[in-house]
């Protein structure tokens, strides 16, 4: 019989309460496999993330423990006897941390859709989650029980003070950006199959002289994410046996993204006198789309009916553009997810295990793509 005396208690706190009881009692021997959290999900109702929450915390109190592969067993029926001497304080407060980034950005879907996902897995187990602001001494919120999400671009981020949280022992996972050297958890969305699935997606239109628009200041000097969409834009032609054509492609150099790149981008690859224009342009950010969309409708040019566009990122406003704008949404609120579960539930046991996702886009088909005529 499951008991649920306070129903006031959130869900994970409830199962805990119900497992330590039958523990205790017998009901589950030392040795004695536990449900597994689909089983334990359906049994108390509950999500599969409430259930996997309610298992960590009995793991970190010492009455269960886990083998990889087999499932969780009874480890003693007294708290005092199985308590690990130096064992961290269950994860009860979430700190997204970032340097270097404007409100405006965070209000970006790329950050909005992942901070919204973060908040709710956290609400659902009862975990406090904060924003933070590091500055110059790069200091971190010191509270007990706290874990970070950390947003750690390499080019204006300390990295000496990543690895001295990671060797002081915090619980960390690194998100869009990564340093598999450090064995430091992280989280990013797949750039290269985005890029993929971009291009692919003109291809199968028929579309076989596809140009590109990148952000940059060369094409040998791209961010890790536009790398990233150009090597995803360049396996998609090599698998149609398409080649790759240099002077379909334009790098747009600026602080950060906005309208005019895509602007500039298209009226170069349509104005170049003695080039045969593209009839598809994958253009790598939403923002640089909306401009690529200004410059063709200025030049003349149908969208799609002369030429298809797709952007990345998906922004909201993409979804009211005239025509609508075909689009790669990067699935972020999935990358907030995966990052807040890795912290409760999977960060490396050993020095050098390295714990990491990448998530995959999805692609939003829209009105400024066609089938070529």
């Given at each position: 019989?499951?008991?649920?005396?306070?129903?006031?208690?959130?869900?994970?706190?409830?199962?805990?309460?119900?497992?330590?009881t039958?523990?205790?009692?017998?009901?589950?021997?030392?040795?004695?496999?536990?449900p597994?959290?689909?089983?334990?999900a359906?049994?108390?109702?509950?999500?599969?993330?409430?259930?996997?929450?309610?298992?960590t915390?009995?793991?970190?109190?010492?009455y269960?423990?886990?083998?990889?592969g087999?499932?969780t067993?009874v480890?003693?029926?007294?708290?005092?006897?199985?308590?690990?001497?130096g064992?961290p304080?269950?994860?009860?407060?979430?700190?997204?941390?970032?340097?270097?980034?404007?409100?405006?950005?965070?209000?970006?879907?790329?950050?909005?859709?992942?901070?919204?996902?973060?908040?709710?897995?956290?609400?659902?187990?009862g975990?406090?989650?904060?924003?933070?602001?590091?500055?110059?001494?790069?200091?971190?919120?010191?509270?007990?029980g706290?874990?970070?999400?950390?947003?750690?671009?390499?080019?204006?981020?300390?990295?000496?003070?990543?690895?001295a949280?990671?060797?002081?022992?915090?619980?960390?996972?690194?998100?869009?950006?990564?340093y598999?050297?450090?064995?430091?958890?992280?989280?990013?969305?797949?750039?290269?199959?985005?890029?993929?699935?971009?291009?692919?997606?003109?291809?199968?239109?028929?579309?076989?002289?596809?140009?590109?628009?990148?952000t940059?200041?060369?094409?040998?000097?791209?961010n890790?994410?536009?790398?990233?969409?150009?090597?995803?834009?360049?396996?998609?032609?090599?698998?149609?046996?398409?080649?790759?054509?240099?002077?379909?492609?334009?790098?747009?150099?600026?602080e950060?993204?906005?309208?005019?790149?895509?602007?500039?981008?298209?009226?170069?690859?349509?104005?170049?006198?003695?080039?045969?224009?593209?009839?598809?342009?994958?253009?790598?950010?939403d923002?640089?789309?909306?401009?690529?969309?200004?410059?063709?409708?200025?030049?003349?040019?149908?969208?799609?009916?002369?030429?298809?566009?797709?952007?990345?990122d998906?922004?909201?406003?993409?979804?009211?553009?005239?025509?609508?704008?075909?689009?790669?949404?990067?699935?972020?609120?999935?990358?907030?997810?995966?990052?807040?579960?890795?912290?409760?539930?999977?960060?490396?046991?050993?020095?050098g295990?390295?714990?990491?996702?990448?998530?995959?886009?999805?692609?939003?088909?829209?009105?400024?793509?066609?089938?070529?005529?």
């Amino acid at each position: 019989m499951i008991r649920m005396s306070d129903r006031s208690a959130p869900m994970y706190q409830v199962m805990i309460d119900d497992l330590k009881t039958k523990i205790r009692s017998g009901e589950y021997p030392k040795g004695w496999p536990l449900p597994n959290q689909q089983e334990l999900a359906k049994l108390y109702k509950a999500s599969e993330i409430t259930s996997r929450r309610a298992l960590t915390e009995l793991v970190n109190e010492g009455y269960v423990y886990r083998v990889r592969g087999k499932g969780t067993f009874v480890l003693s029926s007294d708290r005092e006897e199985a308590e690990t001497e130096g064992s961290p304080p269950p994860v009860r407060h979430i700190f997204f941390v970032y340097h270097n980034l404007s409100v405006d950005s965070l209000n970006h879907r790329y950050w909005g859709d992942m901070l919204e996902a973060m908040r709710e897995v956290c609400e659902e187990n009862g975990i406090e989650f904060y924003l933070w602001a590091v500055d110059e001494r790069y200091r971190l919120p010191e509270k007990p029980g706290a874990a970070y999400v950390l947003v750690t671009p390499p080019y204006n981020f300390d990295q000496k003070s990543l690895e001295a949280w990671r060797d002081e022992g915090k619980r960390l996972v690194t998100v869009q950006f990564y340093y598999p050297h450090l064995s430091v958890p992280y989280v990013v969305a797949d750039n290269l199959t985005g890029g993929y699935l971009a291009t692919q997606h003109l291809l199968s239109l028929g579309h076989r002289r596809t140009g590109i628009i990148l952000t940059g200041k060369s094409v040998v000097d791209l961010n890790q994410e536009f790398s990233l969409r150009l090597q995803g834009y360049r396996l998609a032609l090599q698998q149609h046996q398409i080649a790759f054509e240099p002077e379909l492609v334009r790098v747009m150099d600026g602080e950060s993204e906005n309208t005019e790149m895509g602007y500039r981008g298209l009226k170069e690859l349509f104005g170049s006198s003695g080039f045969e224009p593209p009839t598809a342009v994958f253009v790598t950010s939403d923002l640089k789309a909306l401009g690529a969309i200004k410059a063709a409708q200025e030049m003349g040019l149908d969208v799609p009916g002369d030429v298809s566009l797709i952007g990345y990122d998906d922004l909201r406003i993409s979804a009211y553009t005239y025509p609508h704008l075909t689009t790669i949404n990067q699935n972020t609120a999935q990358i907030g997810r995966r990052a807040v579960e890795i912290l409760l539930h999977e960060l490396p046991r050993s020095p050098g295990e390295l714990v990491k996702d990448e998530i995959v886009p999805k692609l939003v088909v829209r009105g400024t793509t066609r089938a070529l005529q």
